[in-house]
């Protein structure tokens, strides 16, 4: 449930108003911009219509998954409001037509390792992104497209962002629409995604935050092999405890993988047990 309450007002100014799209997506008519009000930072985006219609169609769907929630209190959920630019103050109803997205500013969940000084606060961030994704599966959603950047810290918890790519549990889609170098062994064979690719996703993302090395590969027959032939884990001795929870999110046979976010977290409490 949003708590953004300012947005209707058309008498609200917007300080230093920044257009923050990449090159490539501003081409394609994605626009995202950074405001403030006052002491408060945001962050609006939208697609311009009759442009690249998948974008388009993909922001469309993301209005959708927020909207589908709006009567609910969700936890993973950064505070957001749907605005309609045609009820806007002139600043905004000039930027486009149509929906946007506003979401109060948040900053990366996963950052430099180094600020975390024990191996139990490293457990306690990872439970913290176990319980956000677990529960957006638990409403019965796949999120499609996790990336690091994707987990967020607003309000001194792990939320999640971008849904652009997001399905119902069991919904059947051919559409391949994700990262590469996040992507699980099986959608490189064409096959639907799933809890478990989300699960993948999330084992590559705390595999380089924990190493704090970056997977490389230049195209994307060189990320499938990576992904599907090549992986191999390896982390410094001190983090070794958790390993089986790495491992268990990135089985390259999605049989053999872990099969929830409740089974991925029955492996990280176990690390409790291998401290003593």
């Given amino acids: 449930m949003s708590s953004i309450t300012w947005i209707f007002d058309s ?3 917007l300080d230093e108003l920044k257009l923050r799209t990449k090159s490539q997506s501003y081409a394609y008519g994605r626009r995202l911009y950074t405001f403030q009000i006052g002491a408060d930072a945001y962050w609006l985006k939208f697609h311009l219509a009759n442009t690249n219609q998948t974008l388009y169609a993909a922001f469309q769907h993301e209005l959708s998954f927020y909207q589908s929630f709006s009567k609910n209190k969700i936890s993973f959920l950064i505070d957001h409001q749907i605005i309609d630019f045609e009820q806007q103050g002139t600043v905004l109803r000039d930027l486009g037509e149509g929906n946007g997205l506003v979401l109060w500013d948040s900053v990366p969940f996963f950052t430099d390792l180094s600020t975390f000084k024990t191996l139990e606060t490293i457990k306690q961030m990872i439970q913290q992104a176990l319980n956000s994704l677990g529960e957006l599966h638990q409403m019965g959603w796949i999120h499609g497209d ?35 170098h996040y992507m699980a062994p099986e959608l490189f064979h064409g096959k639907n995604k799933s809890v478990q690719s989300d699960l993948y ?16 590969a230049n ?18 001795k001190q983090l070794e405890p958790f390993l089986p929870l790495l491992k268990g999110l990135t089985q390259k046979h999605s049989e053999q993988r872990l099969c929830s976010v409740l089974d991925a977290q029955v492996l990280l409490n176990d690390i409790n047990l291998l401290q003593k």
């Fill in 11 to 13: 008498n609200i100014q």
């Fill in 146 to 180: 996790l990336k690091v950047e994707h987990f967020r810290l607003y309000k001194n918890t792990c939320r999640l962002i971008d849904f652009e790519q997001s399905l119902q549990l069991h919904h059947q889609t051919h559409n391949l629409n994700a990262t590469p």
């Fill in 201 to 216: 996703a999330l084992g590559i993302i705390l595999y380089e935050w924990l190493t704090q090395m970056k997977l490389r």
């Fill in 219 to 236: 195209s994307y027959h060189d990320w499938a092999v990576l992904h599907c032939q090549q992986l191999q884990l390896q982390v410094p």
